[in-house]
């Protein structure tokens, strides 16, 4: 399984733009890439999940360059509200006994007012 | 997308005693999970809820402390048998849908053993 790394802790201000990197050096050819938001006494909550290039949907963008290797979650104009843990999960989701999503430590955002 | 509900929604339980914990989905899916996620760390996975075989268990958790049964497609327990205070933890239900592009949490069940 492909180990993800990303920073323990990051802080920011409303309204700015946040961008979360995760490195996954060993990431495998059917691994696809996903984030999780995880609010405190909650269970985790899909933001995004992509495979190359650039992912965007009504929350994140999610950047992952060519050689897969790394991949950044971007949080346009952050709230209060977005504050929480932040997790970046490799895995092959194609199914059967090789579906599997390990979660590494997680990044908490902190958006100060 | 999938909407999941846990019993209980927390417990305190003595050591020594053991605890169901249930999951319901809202509809057919393949692939169920469960999950520890122990006092301001991240999640581990305790196991995948087979359908009508036994479970697959992860590296470090053993049937005779977490039996796990699936009756159907969208139900399943996990027991935490013997509990020790170590065992407290939040533990979640996960699963998947048909299409595979998401894969959804429960709430999780708050259990404290003294």
């Known amino acids: 399984l492909a180990k993800t790394t990303q920073p323990i802790s990051m802080d920011s201000y409303e309204g700015q733009e946040v961008n979360i990197t995760c490195s996954h050096n060993n990431i495998a050819t059917n691994d696809y890439i996903t984030w999780y938001q995880q609010f405190p006494s909650q269970g985790p909550r899909f933001i995004i999940q992509g495979y190359k290039t650039k992912v965007t949907n009504e929350v994140a963008s999610l950047f992952i360059p060519a050689d897969r290797k790394s991949s950044t979650l971007s949080l346009p104009r952050v709230s209060l509200s977005d504050t929480a843990v932040y997790y970046c999960?490799?895995?092959?989701?194609?199914?059967?006994?090789?579906?599997?999503?390990?979660f590494g430590k997680g990044t908490l955002l902190t958006v100060n007012p | 997308s999938a909407v999941i509900s846990q019993k209980p929604s927390r417990d305190i339980c003595q050591r020594g005693t053991s605890l169901t914990i249930q999951c319901q989905v809202d509809?057919?899916?393949?692939?169920m999970f469960w999950y520890r996620q122990q006092p301001g760390q991240s999640l581990t996975l305790i196991a995948t809820a087979n359908q009508g075989s036994e479970a697959t268990y992860e590296s470090g958790f053993v049937i005779d402390k977490f039996p796990i049964s699936r009756p159907n497609l969208t139900f399943s327990t996990l027991t935490v048998s013997n509990m020790s205070p170590e065992d407290s933890s939040i533990y979640l239900c996960?699963?998947?849908?048909?299409?595979?592009?998401?894969?959804?949490f429960g709430p999780g069940t708050r259990l404290t053993v003294t």
């Open positions: 509809s057919q899916v393949t692939m």
């Open positions: 999960l490799v895995g092959d989701i194609s199914g059967g006994s090789n579906y599997k999503l390990t």
């Open positions: 996960s699963v998947v849908t048909p299409d595979r592009d998401e894969q959804y």
